[in-house]
């Protein structure tokens, strides 16, 4: 049986099949290259929920969920053909197969061991599915993808309930249940023209994916992706749903949403997850955005108390902004203050100065 690692540079084989690395700082599906996908460290995601939660004082788990729930729903409707939704309903497919194959793909991005408890599927008002998931690479987004799977493929509305097994696994269930009007009805996803570029990534001889992923370590039976550069955890992920998240907290909570993303990534920073060391090559840094999907970064220059960064085809701007700002604190020791602006383009100029 053949490894489902490449014998020479150590990737997960369908990781690399599944994904394109364009020369413009991009990242997308293979099967699908309007779908841009990033990598990101899986840490920074509920800790970046739960630090925009303490700037505004109240919960929003449940919008992230909620909203995860619609953008994968309207993703995997329109990925998954109607004649297999069909097929689903009139029960000619296997569920079982159905939910492994699912799950398995899931392991591969690094989202956890997720494992089926339980299911039941007569197409009335008992129907449920329950899995537990290991390492969860997000609370909120893992129960957001579980509903909007089960609701694309099913064609009927579920709610979803979780609950912590441990401080490292937790149980969730789908139910059906019909949403109230604040989170029913499809989400705009932004979508933005790429721009070409000229990057090209050392790539590995044996399967063709960029070089830089041989530091990554795939462990299929936790469900995780190391970079063992930096010991950090991460996951592949669709930006533009994520940052459909961003944009339904600012419709819910107000027009200071962007300035609350950026402060709670930037108070994460300073925590000591990333370190300043990462940015001191720009050609570096600009490969290493490019292999996780991140954009094309064409200027970082830091001059004395000033940051200047330009970053073509960004993805995830808000907390690459937070990421930046938290960079330039823990190098120069200062507070600081950023002032951004995103093109309709996708072209990022960010400023970070130090405080006065």
């Known amino acids: 049986m053949e490894s489902p690692f490449c014998p020479e540079c150590g990737a997960c084989r369908q990781f690399v099949e599944n994904h394109v690395w ?6 997308v599906q293979s099967g699908d290259r309007t779908h841009r996908m990033v990598l990101v460290e899986s840490e920074n995601l509920d800790s970046l929920f739960q630090g ?8 929003i788990e449940r919008i992230v969920i909620e909203t995860k729930r619609r953008a994968t729903r309207q993703y995997i409707d329109a990925l998954v ?4 939704k069909e097929m689903v309903q009139r029960r000619e497919i296997d569920m079982q197969m159905l939910i492994d ?3 398995q793909v899931a392991r591969i991005m690094g989202y956890g061991d997720v494992q089926v408890v339980d299911w039941r599927y007569e197409q009335d008002q008992d ?11 997000s609370v909120p987004l893992w129960c957001g993808d579980l509903a909007g799977a089960v609701e694309a493929v099913t064609r009927r509305d579920n709610d979803v309930r979780y609950k912590m097994i441990s401080p490292d696994e937790i149980e969730m269930s789908t139910l059906l249940s019909e949403h109230p009007p604040e989170f029913s009805g499809r989400l705009e996803i ?22 830089g992923l041989s530091t990554f370590r795939w462990d299929m039976e936790r469900g995780t992706i190391t970079d063992t550069v930096t010991g950090r955890r991460m996951a592949m992920l669709g930006p533009a749903y994520l940052q459909a998240v961003f944009d339904e907290l600012e419709r819910e909570l107000g027009e200071d949403i962007p300035r609350v993303v950026v402060e709670a990534q930037r108070r994460f920073v300073r925590t000591g997850f990333y370190k300043a060391r990462e940015i001191v090559s720009q050609t570096q840094f600009r490969d290493l955005l490019a292999l996780r999907g991140m954009g094309n970064l064409r200027t970082l220059a830091l001059e004395g108390d000033r940051l200047r960064v330009r970053l073509e085809n960004a993805a995830l701007h808000l907390m690459f902004i937070g990421l930046m700002q938290g960079y330039f ?4 020791g200062k507070d600081s203050r950023a002032e951004w602006e995103l093109t309709p383009e996708g072209v990022l100029e960010l400023e970070v100065t130090a405080a006065q």
């Open 22 to 27: 364009l020369n413009s700082g991009v990242v």
């Open 81 to 84: 053909p109607e004649e297999v």
């Open 190 to 211: 932004k979508v933005t023209p790429v721009q070409e570029g000229d990057i090209e990534l050392e790539r590995c001889g044996t399967c063709g994916g960029p070089r």
């Open 101 to 103: 194959a699912n799950n």
């Open 329 to 332: 604190e823990t190098m120069t």
């Open 52 to 59: 925009i939660e303490e700037i505004i004082g109240m919960p």
């Open 127 to 137: 129907d449920y599915l329950t899995e537990r998931v290991k390492n969860p690479y």
